[in-house]
């Protein structure tokens, strides 16, 4: 003989399928309510600073009494801290992304550690210490990184967790001739991986110094029909507000002039463009 449910059974299963649905979005809402909690405790607990390190940016002279330069390091909270200070060699790639590699054998850093104690302050005496002879400006980050270090450390109110801070700060080596120079090497159209018309510049710093292209704008030109498209701010991605280091060049895509046609021919077209680039100095 077959089952067969009737109208008050269904009544009764829909009503309990609904305090079943009811219950667990009521345990999911009060989980995202303890989770948040959770996190302003982890936010509001913390220090916002451990310590402090100036200045944030300096430029070195080969030789000389000027090779050599001091910072400043003041541990403003009340725990003992440890510091470590390293210097590192700074370049770009071609899509403007730095990197970073180990410095040590250009600099004297004196010390390179230090423990403060809570509310003192540390003299860094840093030495330039590379080749003597700098056709092209050589640029360094300088890194003071927080240790972890428990000795001394205060216990009342302390925090579960312990954020380790850093500062990277721009560390240059001046030229012995200074020359500003920034251009478009190359204006070229492109299909993008996904399909779209777009253009290609290639930017590049011939000085001797490093740029910072604020407000930077870029006036592409068609030869042959005598057109011409600005772009800036945003538009040119990377570009905008990047700081160019000397002699480095990079390539960004921009989308295409909607008032150009795209070429059919992109090999014969390599030529027909170029183009020119402003900033603020």
Request: cysteine-free.
């Given at each position: 003989m077959g089952f067969r449910m009737s109208k008050g059974h269904e009544i009764e299963k829909s009503t309990l399928h609904s305090l079943h649905m009811s219950g667990m979005i009521h345990r999911m809402n009060r989980l995202k309510v303890k989770i948040m909690v959770f996190?302003?405790?982890?936010?509001?607990?913390?220090?916002?600073?451990?310590?402090?390190?100036?200045?944030?940016?300096?430029?070195?002279?080969p030789s000389g009494v000027n090779s050599t330069k001091t910072y400043t390091?003041?541990?403003d909270s009340n725990d003992s801290i440890a510091i470590e200070i390293s210097a590192l060699t700074r370049d770009i790639d071609s899509a403007g992304k730095e990197k970073n590699e180990n410095a040590a054998a250009y600099f004297s850093i004196v010390p390179s550690k230090v423990i403060l104690k809570p509310q003192s302050s540390q003299i860094v005496r840093v030495q330039y210490r590379g080749p003597r002879t700098v056709p092209t400006e050589m640029a360094f980050r300088l890194?003071?990184?927080?240790?972890?270090y428990s000795m001394g450390r205060?216990?009342?109110?302390?925090?579960?967790?312990?954020?380790?801070?850093?500062?990277?700060?721009?560390l240059y080596v001046s030229p012995t001739r200074t020359t500003t120079k920034v251009q478009v090497d190359q204006v070229v159209p492109v299909i993008t991986s996904d399909g779209r018309e777009a253009l290609s510049l290639t930017i590049s710093n011939t000085g001797t110094i490093h740029q910072i292209l604020n407000g930077v704008k870029v006036e592409v030109i068609n030869n042959a029909t005598r057109q011409s498209v600005v772009y800036e701010g945003a538009a040119l991605g990377v570009v905008n507000g990047l700081n160019l280091l000397a002699g480095k060049t990079v390539t960004v895509q921009v989308a295409w002039p909607q008032n150009m046609t795209f070429p059919k021919d992109l090999a014969a077209a390599e030529k027909v463009f170029t183009a020119k680039v402003s900033y603020n100095n």
């Open positions: 996190l302003l405790l982890i936010f509001t607990v913390v220090p916002v600073f451990a310590f402090q390190f100036s200045p944030l940016e300096q430029t070195f002279a390091i003041v541990n890194r003071a990184e927080q240790i972890p205060a216990t009342e109110g302390q925090s579960m967790f312990n954020f380790l801070y850093v500062y990277t700060t721009s």
